[in-house]
């Protein structure tokens, strides 16, 4: 999996580790950590699913995948800046869709039932805090298998963007058209990530016009990505497999 250095402290020791990418083992490295034998096989979760579909029946331009992160807004200086890029970062979301006429939809990060869906500190659950800046009719997904869902809506997606989730990361790793929309006051959430899949909200316009070129960049390739998508996916199953 993928461990992030501003959010991952502890060092750990590992016989075999399974990176999504090379990147991860100079990452780990730097941070600390003792691999005796790394893998960079990409994400087992995704390309189980990514395997399984049929077809590419896209449903939306855009989709938004929920960071939802509010439970320690009173103690964490993480949270408390996550969770206002979180709301900047919907607000430009919310106008850029009405401006653009974009067709659009949110997945959540949790399911109603677990314990992240509410957040005392905020005073509000997920649905609410989207409901306040998307409206009442616009359309929230239910995430009821956590994973699944979010791999199988980004392949109904031309274009999927979120905050920091690393299903964007996975996204992209199978050949999607995925973004991170850095709206934090810095690169130190992001710098782990790939840098052709994050974009800095300190030029908006430049942020409005990458959404609008990988929009239509999969509405023309879309039959192509979702090839790519499934030979990437039988490549890391293959690979795990071997190990």
Excluded at 124 to 136: A, Q, S, T, V
């Amino acid at each position: 999996g993928m461990r992030l250095r501003w959010y991952e402290k502890m060092k750990c020791n590992h016989d075999i580790y399974l990176a999504f990418t090379n990147n991860e083992e100079k990452i780990l490295k730097k941070s600390g950590w003792q691999i005796r034998e790394i893998h960079s096989i990409g994400s087992v979760s995704a390309a189980r699913i990514f395997i399984s579909l049929k077809e590419r029946n896209l449903k939306r331009d855009l989709l938004i995948v929920s960071s939802w992160w509010s439970s320690d807004l009173d103690k964490d200086v993480n949270c408390i800046n996550h969770y206002n890029a979180m709301k900047k970062m919907n607000i430009f979301l919310n106008d850029l869709i009405i401006k653009n006429n974009y067709s659009a939809e949110i997945i959540l990060r949790n399911n109603r039932k677990s314990d992240d869906f509410y957040s005392k500190e905020a005073g509000l659950n997920e649905e609410e805090f989207y409901r306040k800046i998307y409206g009442d009719n616009f359309s929230i997904i239910e995430n009821k298998t956590y994973r699944k869902d979010v791999y199988e809506e980004i392949n109904s997606s031309d274009l999927s963007v979120s905050l920091l989730t690393t299903s964007i990361l996975e996204g992209h790793i199978y050949g999607h058209n995925c973004l991170y929309l850095n709206f934090f006051n810095s690169n130190y959430y992001h710098e782990d990530f790939p840098k052709e899949i994050v974009i800095s909200s300190k030029n908006k316009l430049l942020m409005e016009l990458k959404i609008q070129e990988k929009i239509k960049d999969s509405k023309k390739r879309r039959a192509e990505i979702f090839s790519i998508s499934k030979e990437k996916a039988f490549h890391t199953i293959d690979n795990f497999k071997k190990i």
